[in-house]
């Protein structure tokens, strides 16, 4: 699949941008937070997109409140000046996950596993459809960076450390999300991010300027995410850009700027590598969008920030606050020389193009997907079959899996909590443990199944379920990735109790097991499996047979040493 033929649309921009004032061009290269603008706002300044920030939820946030808050921001933008539809985003980055109710997919490193383009186009698909269900059209997705350091807190957001299978999988995500037309209104479309190198920080590289204070009141969880990639231009090249340049391929038609920076150099401000390869030697036709604030790192005064943003290739910016500023940052810009007219009907030719591509000009565009695609059960089935396809048998001595339907001694808050399979991006931007969403659990798919899961007392088997806390980006930072001390202990309790033992690990990387490997007669990397976690005890009973490999080699150097790239066991 390419994109569609562009053409036409880029001649409807052309004659639309002739008609817009300087003011409302640069309300097109806005992108303000939905909670810092109204649909009024919307329309008085001509606002080009809004955006849902992880968490940025509707009250109620169920299905029919989002469709109604974004068809009120959609409803601003038809009575601006020109009536230029908004585009509303949001990360739906594992499913639409921002919405209690959702289906929650497997996140990207579990997706990674399968090693299967088919399966990860239709989870794609599914995504675009529950999202384009409540009215939003852009997804901040899929993440192709690929992740070489697990330490990262976002390596689950990544397919895996090979570029040929991110590239894969990648442009996979973005078919499955355009679907057969991009025009549809179950379409919704890609943005590939994070452009580019930032799987490849070095740890303890993050430089934070100390006058963004939205990022320094974190404190110093960020050691890596956002940080330096140190390399020559052919590893970048040949690691990092492959998985851009296939899905642009692909049809991709939006990619958004990486916090990160390129041997010292910020991307938001990387003329060479957004303009000169991305938009020229890729032949990239579509538009840039910046991060969170990104642009605001890279100048303390915030007029020379955007002018140094739009000279490198920015062409969208995602403010998310102070929108009213950037408006009037841009018409400084331009009044004043700072910044050429032409880049910035540039930049909003290619914001129109796309919009245009997307049908959100048309009269009748169609119906979008009822708001009750949102958690289907067919979108459940096909989760529950991601997570089983995602799941790694690394270990199973002695064939101890597929369990049989005699008891088993369940131990590990993870057996049983939705929250905890889910990790982070989901409902709130860090996730969180508990039942934030509706789905099954791994003790919920045991049962179904007919096995006695039991929690007390002696038992032949024993099932130990260890789970990292829910996390994302550099919250998730970890300069080790050893087991806590409570999950070692787990362990030592379980396998005094029990025969035989097997460990399910639910994590959004891989974690060192030395301490407890010895003890385990087999071990599950289950990864973040989503809102239906019994998909994973569809392996663990044999209902499914296990056919995941790992898409990045394993740490250690005891008992678990030697599972690299590709490890995995047929049962």
């Known amino acids: 699949m390419t994109g569609p033929d562009l053409g036409p649309s880029q001649q409807f921009a052309a004659r639309l941008a002739g008609r817009m004032t300087l003011a409302e061009k640069a309300g097109q290269m806005a992108q303000p937070e939905k909670n810092s603008i109204t649909p009024d706002e919307v329309a008085e300044f001509g606002i080009g997109s809004v955006l849902s920030g992880g968490g940025g939820n509707p ?124 025009s549809d209104p179950g379409a919704v479309l890609a943005c590939l991010k994070h452009y580019v190198g930032d799987g490849g920080t070095a740890w303890g590289s993050v430089v934070r300027p100390e006058w963004t204070e939205w990022w320094t009141g974190w404190g110093p969880a960020w050691q890596i995410d956002q940080g330096d990639t140190r390399s020559d231009e052919a590893t970048l090249r040949s690691v990092h850009l492959r998985p851009y340049a296939d899905g642009i391929a692909a049809g991709a038609l939006s990619v958004m700027a990486s916090y990160s920076s390129w041997n010292g150099a910020k991307l938001h401000g990387h003329r060479y590598l957004l303009t000169d390869v991305l938009k020229g030697e890729l032949g990239f036709p579509g538009f840039v969008v910046s991060d969170w604030m990104g642009v605001d790192q890279l100048h303390p005064d915030p007029r020379m920030a955007v002018v140094a943003a739009l000279a490198a290739g920015i062409d969208m910016v995602m403010v998310p606050f102070e929108w009213r500023r950037f408006i009037a940052n841009v018409v400084a810009a331009v009044e004043s020389g700072d910044v050429p007219l032409e880049r910035v009907d540039d930049a909003v030719r290619r914001i129109l193009t796309v919009k245009h591509a997307m049908g959100l000009f048309a009269d009748d565009g169609g119906e979008p997907p009822p708001v009750e695609t949102v958690g289907s059960p067919g979108h459940r089935s096909l989760a529950r079959d991601a997570a089983a396809a995602s ?44 039942p934030i969403t509706p789905g099954t659990t791994i003790v919920d798919g045991l049962r179904e199944a007919g096995v006695e899961v039991v929690a007390e007392g002696r038992a032949p088997v024993g099932l130990a379920v260890v789970a990292e806390s829910p996390y ?47 003890q385990c007669d087999a071990i599950v990397a289950a990864w973040l499996p989503g809102s239906e976690g019994a998909g994973v005890a569809d392996v663990l009973t044999g209902a ?24 995995g066991l047929a049962s």
């Open 391 to 434: 799941a790694v048998l690394l270990r199973n001595a002695g064939g101890i899996l597929p369990l049989g339907p005699g008891p088993v001694a369940v131990a590990g808050a993870g057996a049983d909590d939705v929250g905890l399979q889910c990790g982070g991006w989901t409902v709130a931007w860090q996730g969180g443990a508990g």
């Open 544 to 567: 499914v047979p296990f056919r995941g490999r790992l898409p990045r080699a394993w740490p250690g150097d005891g008992p678990s040493a030697g599972w690299e790239r590709g490890h």
């Open 59 to 182: 009250d109620p946030n169920t299905p029919q409140g989002w469709a109604e808050m974004v068809g009120e921001f959609l409803a601003g933008a038809r009575r601006s000046r020109l009536g230029i539809p908004v585009l509303y985003g949001t990360d739906a980055v594992h499913g639409h996950s921002n919405v209690h109710g959702a289906t929650m997919f497997p996140h990207n490193v579990g997706l990674g596993a399968t090693g299967d383009a088919g399966l990860i186009e239709r989870v794609y698909r599914a995504t675009a459809r529950e999202t384009a269900a409540t009215g939003a059209r852009w997804d901040f997705a899929p993440t192709v960076a690929v992740a070489l350091d697990p330490r990262w807190g976002r390596t689950y957001e990544s397919f895996g450390d090979d570029p040929e299978l991110v590239a894969k999988l990648g442009a996979a995500a973005v078919r499955g999300l355009h679907g057969g037309d991009l």
């Open 472 to 518: 994302a980006e550099g919250i998730g930072d970890r300069a080790d990735l050893v087991l806590s001390d409570d999950d070692v202990a787990l362990v030592a309790r379980l396998r005094e109790r029990v025969d035989r033992l097997v460990l399910v690990v639910l994590s959004g990387r891989p974690l060192v097991l030395d301490e407890v490997a010895a």
